[in-house]
T-cell receptor, first 110, second 117 residues
Framework: DAKTTQPPSMDCAEGRAANLPCNHS???????VYWYRQIHSQGPQYIIH???NNETNEMASLIITEDRKSSTLTLPHATLRDTAVYYC???????????FGTGTSLTVIP | DAGITQSPRYKITETGRQVTLMCHQT?????MFWYRQDLGHGLRLIYY???????DKGEVPDGYVVSRSKTENFPLTLESATRSQTSVYFC????????????????FGPGTRLTVL
């Protein structure tokens, strides 16, 4: 299974863009990149996913490099409520499993 | 209410006791999952189920037993609890997998905080 590497923590000023990187150098051609976040002790929440192309939804944007070995999640205008642990996950091709790493703890500073 | 629920939300037990954590979802999702999250760590998959009566091991299955007699329920049993099983347990569900590489969002429950003394 492809593994992911994320920085353990990041800070971002409120109102600025938060750019969270993720390395997944061993990703396979048919594996998707997913992003989830976990606010405090709640259950994780889906944010966005992608395969090759850049993706955008109401919450965030996802940019995957052309070689697919890394990606960046962008929260365009971070708010205090975006303070959370963000997980970058590569989905295994068999079954429906997600393997979470330790994620990036994002703190949005007023 | 629709969604995914877990019970109990908090549980304290003693070493050697049997404990069952319940998970119930109202979406008729095919897939259900159990994760554990230890302090300072991410989530680790314990078991998952693709459908009723179909279960499979995840990363850390030792010491746990699951069953799935009905689509909506996926109980997790610790047959003889140990201190190392003190953790927060999350249940999740998702719809039918569309095949390798297909998208499938997982919906998580609120978690059960288990303490084994």
């Amino acid at each position: 299974d492809a593994k992911t590497t994320q920085p353990p923590s990041m800070d971002c000023a409120e109102g600025r863009a938060a750019n969270l990187p993720c390395n997944h150098s061993t990703i396979s051609g048919n594996e998707y990149v997913y992003w989830y976040r976990q606010i405090h002790s709640q259950g994780p929440q889906y944010i966005i996913h992608g395969l090759k192309n850049n993706e955008t939804n109401e919450m965030a944007s996802l940019i995957i490099t052309e070689d697919r070995k890394s990606s960046t999640l962008t929260l365009p205008h971070a708010t205090l409520r975006d303070t959370a642990v963000y997980y970058c996950i590569v989905r295994v091709p068999t079954g429906n499993q997600f393997y979470f790493g330790t994620g990036t703890s994002l703190t949005v500073i007023p | 209410d629709a969604g995914i629920t877990q019970s109990p939300r908090y549980k304290i037990t003693e070493t050697g006791r049997q404990v069952t954590l319940m998970c119930h979802q109202t979406w008729s999702h095919s897939y259900m999952f159990w994760y554990r999250q230890d302090l300072g760590h991410g989530l680790r998959l314990i078991y998952y189920s693709a459908a009723a009566d179909i279960t499979d091991k995840g990363e850390v299955p030792d010491g746990y037993v699951v069953s799935r007699s009905k689509t909506e329920n996926f109980p997790l049993t610790l047959e003889s609890a140990t201190r190392s099983q003190t953790s927060v347990y999350f249940c999740a569900s998702s719809g039918l997998a569309g095949g390798p590489g297909s998208y499938n969002e997982q919906f998580f429950g609120p978690g059960t905080r288990l303490t084994v003394l």
